[in-house]
């Protein structure tokens, strides 16, 4: 009993981390798909949704309850338990990372000493579900989609990594509240322009967005990987597409952007969180930017580009920062 | 592309040369050709740079005509090569020559059941594969013309009696006033 | 089934048979290509036509060759005004119908707006197919405007039966000249925008440039007309080379290309329709009164025996009818040549050894309409 009362505020806290955690997940997929939504539309000369509520705001609610209700139908030959655990395997890993992101000074749920690798290991596991997701499938246009995924993220990954090794080479800390704090008089931005280049190529690739989609290529293949689904399985992949890129902008706000510092606020170790979400949305702001001005890369020039341009200029970074560092 | 030229070489290997109204009938030569001679005919027009416009079949009387269409892209040139097909209802190909062929002469198989030897792959195009035998073009018996009915009269006849008349009204009035006179 | 398929997939262990199916986002209408894909370089294509075949050829048969008009129309929908002005012109050509001068100025200025509305439709849909999901609004919003134009004086928004033998069928007012005034202006002031956002985008010219390149030899084997042949070079325009209607009285340039890909081809079609701009206002400058259908038009047209045929410059390419008549009114056979017909043939040859995206670019920029391949 002692040590169930002497580990009860750690439970709390644990529970309140996680409800947060789907809170999170949840509140911005609904705001990021309205977003997307009507942006979208202002880019085209449209409106976009206007009908569900004022301006359209609960027409995300409403697409999810619809989405809810919608059968999953599973193709004969399509491989039944893995067809049905693949959305699940997408979905499940995003609330990890939300744990380890620190929203401001005092608000997060558990500063672990190796907060980044916590983050980019689960990240990996979102390929793994597409992977299952388009060979359960039993389709031919899955599997394309699938081909396609599993080459661009496994490449994307490298540049993304090493932008971010030079950030932690300077640091000396895989802790991300470390991170955050070595940033106070300037934003790593300023001292590592190339690095933020490079590592927002590649979360454009890592989640799939344009001028990157070509997994789901429309055009091309009929919704590649996520043809045969529908309903809620659909919309968890879509979920953990809108966390994903939560999750990588949230990275790119620590590592670039000085977090949650800005101008202070009264409360700022709570307050903070403001300065966090805004950064980080105008990231997300710009993602959908591009997504909707560009066309779409061919898959050679795709690999080309990774393999051949961001891989050696990260690495040659990340070879002036250890100089850098050693000297200064 | 020397006109004069391409037509004497015409002139060896056709039955026909003629030249056309282009005003009235929107081409400039038509030839007539044995259907032996249809593939020594299109290698002469791809040498001399006319593309393939068209191959159509038209079913008449003695035999379906198979008729091909080239033109130039340099000159203005329209050129209308007939041939008839032979007893079997056969035509050789020109596909390997002209590719363009290969798809106009599986339409004119699907339509008019003309059979291209040497065509590399004479499967339906616009029908369906069952569809092999029905040959939708083909004319049934009331309306099968023979071939003279489908072509331009000869316009020799016209010009005789519009002859008469330019000296009719300089006879006419002479003579209404000399009647009238008298 | 019946496309040897089975024999495809067991001859090459390492090929696979990827269906674009006749229900896909970028075959532009009812179009199946069965591609053997190794990995993602297709190597071999097999175009399956026939799902859009409406017989018109034998329903020519069967009607007074004037009551064909509107299924000229229902060929190529995208240029269906052109399509009209080849048959009228055809008849009239062998009836020896001559039309009046305002006739022929209405039909150029119509014939043109709609190569542009095509042209604008092509745009936006290539766009698409590459994976840019904003031009195409822009490009239909600019094609509203001759939408709404044509349908004050043809009374439909698509597929024009406007044309007649010997005129047309309705009369252009003040109204429509000052709205096609009006949409000339507010097009040149939308090309700028067209070429810094789209045309000059990285993304777009990696994915053109160098991308199914024909040569002018290729286009002769084929039969490829249009802005296809225009950008290998050959400065091939059925306007300039047999003029027809009043072409010949206007000044306009021939946009070419260099060296045959998608691009040039591209290119060739955005300039055409400035050079387009230029025809309508030359035309609206120099309209005249008259008339708007000629003096005698046989209710019971009858075609003189022979044979007719009548070439236009369609959107996509070189448009010819050919008209086989034993004397009656009724045509003994009707051939209609569609450029897209023989554009698309050449896919197996130009398509070979390429990725799957590059496929997709090629077939874009062929600019294809399938109901008129299928006819």
């Given at each position: 009993m002692e040590t169930f009362y002497s580990i009860l505020p750690e439970l709390i806290r644990i529970v309140v981390c996680a409800v947060c955690g789907a809170v999170i997940v949840f509140g911005n997929a609904l705001v990021m798909g309205y977003a997307e939504r009507k942006l979208a539309g202002h880019i085209m000369l449209r409106p976009g949704p206007?009908?569900?509520g004022p301006h359209g705001i609960y027409q995300l609610v409403i697409d999810g309850l619809k989405l809810m209700g919608k059968?999953?139908?599973?193709?004969?030959?399509?491989d039944p338990l893995l067809f049905r655990f693949a959305p699940l395997l997408a979905f499940?890993?995003?609330?990890?990372?939300l744990l380890v992101l620190p929203f401001s000074e005092k608000i997060q749920g558990f500063d672990l000493d190796i907060g980044l690798l916590v983050i980019l290991a689960l990240a990996s596991i979102n390929l793994l579900a597409i992977l299952i997701g388009g060979w359960a499938s039993n389709n031919k246009y899955s599997l394309f989609g699938v081909f396609r995924a599993v080459s661009q993220n496994v490449a994307y990954e490298i540049p993304m990594l090493l932008s971010l090794l030079a950030v932690v080479f300077m640091t000396n800390s895989f802790s991300l509240k470390a991170v955050v704090a070595a940033?106070?008089?300037?934003?790593?931005i300023v001292i590592q322009p190339l690095a933020f280049l490079i590592y927002l190529v590649s979360i454009v690739a890592e989640t799939n967005?344009?001028?990157?989609?070509l997994p789901e290529a429309e055009s091309e293949l009929?919704?590649?990987?996520?043809?045969?689904y529908s309903g809620m399985s659909f919309s968890l992949f879509v979920l953990a597409e809108y966390a994903n890129m939560f999750i990588v902008s949230s990275v790119a706000t620590v590592f670039f952007?000085?977090?949650?510092?800005?101008i202070p606020l009264p409360y700022f170790e709570y307050s903070g969180i403001i300065w966090f979400m805004l950064k980080v949305y105008s990231l997300m702001f710009f993602l959908v930017w591009i997504r909707w001005t560009y066309p779409r890369t061919r898959f050679d020039q795709l690999m080309n580009f990774c393999w051949k341009y961001l891989i050696p200029f990260a690495l040659v970074n990340l070879l002036i920062t250890v100089v850098m560092v050693k000297l200064l | 592309m020397d006109i004069n030229q391409v037509k004497k070489q015409w002139q060896e290997l056709s039955t026909a040369v003629e030249d056309v109204?282009?005003?009235?009938?929107?081409?400039d030569y038509n030839v007539c050709l044995e259907c032996d001679k249809v593939r020594d005919f299109a290698t002469l027009m791809l040498d001399e740079g006319f593309y393939l416009v068209d191959l159509m079949a038209v079913h008449v009387t003695p035999a379906i005509e198979v008729v091909y269409q080239f033109a130039h892209f340099e000159t203005r040139c329209r050129v209308l090569a007939r041939a008839f097909v032979d007893d079997k209802v056969e035509m050789p190909t020109i596909s390997d020559i002209y590719q363009g062929a290969n798809w106009h002469e599986r339409e004119t198989r699907d339509f008019h059941g003309v059979v291209f030897i040497g065509h590399p792959y004479l499967k339906p195009l616009i029908l369906p594969?069952?569809?092999?035998?029905?040959?939708?073009l083909l004319k049934a018996e009331a309306k099968l013309k023979d071939v003279d009915a489908v072509r331009r009269k000869p316009p020799?006849?016209?010009p005789a009696p519009k002859a008469k008349p330019a000296p009719k009204p300089e006879v006419k009035p002479a003579a209404v006033k000399s009647q009238e006179q008298s | 089934m019946s496309m040897d398929v089975k024999a495809l997939e067991d001859d090459r262990h390492h090929r696979y048979v990827l269906n674009m199916g006749?229900?896909?986002?970028?075959?532009?209408?009812v179009l199946r290509v069965l591609l053997e894909l190794e990995g993602e370089y297709a190597m071999n294509l097999l175009p399956v036509l026939?799902?859009?075949?409406?017989?018109h050829e034998k329903i020519a048969e069967f009607k007074?060759?004037?009551?064909f008009m509107p299924n000229t129309a229902r060929m190529d929908y995208l240029g269906a005004l052109i399509y009209n002005h080849g048959f009228a012109q055809l008849l009239e050509k062998a009836a020896g119908i001559e039309v009046p001068e305002r006739v022929e100025y209405i039909r150029v200025i119509t014939s043109e707006l709609n190569r542009i509305q095509s042209h604008l439709l092509w745009y936006g849909a290539y766009l698409l197919d590459l994976g840019a999901f904003t031009p195409i609004m822009y490009s239909f919003d600019d094609r509203e405007h001759i939408l709404d134009i044509l349908e004050d004086v043809?009374?439909?928004?698509?597929?024009?039966?406007?044309?007649?033998?010997?005129?047309?069928?309705k009369d252009i007012d003040e109204k429509f000249v000052t709205g096609t005034r009006a949409f000339i202006k507010r097009l040149r002031s939308r090309f700028p925008m067209y070429e810094d956002l789209?045309?000059?985008?990285i993304i777009l010219q990696k994915r053109l440039i160098d991308v199914g390149e024909l040569t002018p030899h290729i286009c002769a084997r084929y039969g490829i007309t249009g802005p296809l042949l225009r950008g290998?070079?050959?400065?091939?325009?059925m306007r300039r080379?047999?003029?027809?209607?009043?072409?010949?009285k206007f000044d306009f340039e021939i946009p070419t290309g260099t060296k045959g890909d998608c691009m040039a081809s591209f290119m060739v079609r955005f300039h055409e329709m400035e050079q387009s701009l230029r025809i309508i206002e030359q035309a609206l400058d120099g309209l005249p009164e008259g008339?708007?259908?000629?003096?005698k038009v046989p209710k019971k047209l009858k075609i003189p025996a022979g044979d007719y045929n009548s070439s236009v410059e369609a959107p996509r390419g070189e448009l010819s009818y050919y008209l086989v008549s034993?004397?009656?009114?009724?045509?003994y056979r009707l051939k209609v040549r569609t450029p897209s017909y023989s554009n698309l043939s050449v896919i197996p040859e130009m398509c070979q050894g390429m990725l799957l995206s590059d496929v997709v670019s090629a077939m874009g920029a062929l600019?294809?309409?399938i109901p008129e391949i299928d006819r």
């Open positions: 206007m009908e569900v059968q999953l139908v599973v193709p004969a030959k399509a499940a890993p995003v609330f990890v990372p940033q106070s008089p300037v934003w790593f967005r344009a001028p990157f989609d009929t919704a590649g990987f996520h043809t045969e952007l000085g977090g949650s510092s800005g | 109204e282009y005003a009235v009938s929107g081409h594969e069952e569809d092999v035998d029905l040959k939708p020799e006849p016209a | 006749p229900q896909h986002p970028s075959t532009h209408g026939g799902y859009g075949h409406r017989c007074p060759a004037k009551s043809t009374g439909s928004r698509l597929t024009y039966c406007y044309f007649r033998v010997g005129g047309v069928s789209v045309n000059g985008n290998t070079g050959v400065a091939y325009d080379a047999e003029p027809y209607s009043i072409y010949s008339p708007i259908m000629a003096a034993d004397g009656s009114d009724v045509p600019d294809l309409v």
